[in-house]
């Protein structure tokens, strides 16, 4: 999740709130493939949990019979989990660290290194590079991450409520008898991502893959990236903009999606919109997306970038763009 953070301290303090966590742990898609990976994975390993909150990935691995657990958060949260722990008979099981994880010093190496870090569209919120920097130094030769592969998808969409409330589709007609059109012109050269709630139905196309990354091997630097990729319209409408989502394989038979065909996460789908154009089935859409490092703004937001055409019978016949340091809700 992420709103916005003006800060490293307004980060970790936002996850100090007790409702940031209810959020995620009533997500049942969410946490259940988590306890399921977990329940696969633990039995007899030496487990780390990076970012733990509440501490419920690290009471999952303890309950399967990891041989130890230690906890890590920067965060106030940790203080409850530990007692959390306790209460739950757990607590001689489980090993309790505040602060950063780049600044951790631990005693051993790790069979298992799980974690919860991904933000909106997968990358928001950068704890990934956290994640990356314990597995780096903290896991055992053979040992395996929790998730271990991340994809990035993208699908063409249309959805005129989404267009209206996310992207510019309030400028296109006059707001209480005025004409607004000036501010569809300026929006449409900083548009903002924000997450949606995508119907199956609104999908003109199927959904490619801007980035697939085996998460034992990706360096940080691998989840900033650029990708050319092509999809064909499978029926006809209008492109309001680009959904986005992410899947993450837990364990070898156990998948996260946010996929508006799966069920609805917290993270719902995240929506890249730009001006309009209409399609036809069989057109054929080519584009560039990149995600790079913020250098103003929001540092745990990275900024999106997609340049892109539409093809009809081999013709280019209409191009396309997305610029935003996006901002998700």
């Not at 069979?111 to 590079?129: C, Q, R, Y």
């Not at 893959?209 to 319209?233: K, Y």
């Amino acid at each position: 999740m992420s709103d916005g953070y003006s800060s490293d301290h307004d980060y970790f303090a936002s996850y100090a709130d007790p409702g940031v966590h209810r959020l995620m742990i009533q997500d049942h898609a969410r946490t259940d493939a988590y306890r399921r990976a977990i329940e696969k994975m633990a039995k007899g390993k030496r487990v780390l949990d990076i970012g733990t909150g509440t501490g419920i990935l690290s009471m999952f691995a303890a309950r399967a019979g990891a041989a130890q657990v230690d906890a890590v958060d920067s965060s106030a949260i940790i203080d409850l989990a530990r007692e959390i722990a306790s209460d739950n008979g757990l607590d001689g099981q489980i090993r309790f660290h505040r602060g950063r994880a780049e600044e951790l010093d631990l005693d051993q190496e790790y069979d298992l290194v799980i974690s919860e870090w991904m933000g909106f569209f997968g990358l928001a919120e950068l704890m990934f590079e956290s994640v990356i920097d314990a597995r780096d130094r903290y896991l055992a030769p053979g040992g395996r991450m929790l998730p271990g592969q991340l994809r990035l998808r993208v699908a063409p969409v249309c959805d005129s409520h989404v267009h209206e409330d996310l992207g510019i589709g309030l400028w296109e007609r006059p707001v209480y008898g005025f004409d607004f059109s000036r501010i569809l012109e300026t929006e449409v050269q900083s548009f903002i991502t924000a997450a949606c709630d995508l119907k199956p139905s609104s999908l003109l196309g199927r959904a490619v893959t801007v980035l697939d990354l085996d998460l034992d091997d990706a360096t940080a630097d691998d989840f900033f990236f650029t990708s050319a990729e092509s999809m064909t319209i499978e029926q006809e409408g209008t492109v309001h903009g680009f959904g986005g989502w992410f899947e993450v394989d837990l364990a070898d038979d156990v998948e996260l999606s946010c996929s508006p065909m799966h069920v609805q996460t917290h993270w719902r789908q995240s929506f890249f919109p730009v001006r309009p154009f209409p399609v036809e089935r069989g057109d054929v859409i080519r584009f560039a997306m990149k995600a790079q490092r913020a250098e103003v703004g929001d540092q745990r937001l990275p900024v999106y970038f997609i340049d892109g055409e539409m093809l009809r019978d081999d013709r280019v016949v209409h191009r396309f763009f997305y610029r935003h340091h996006g901002s998700f809700e």
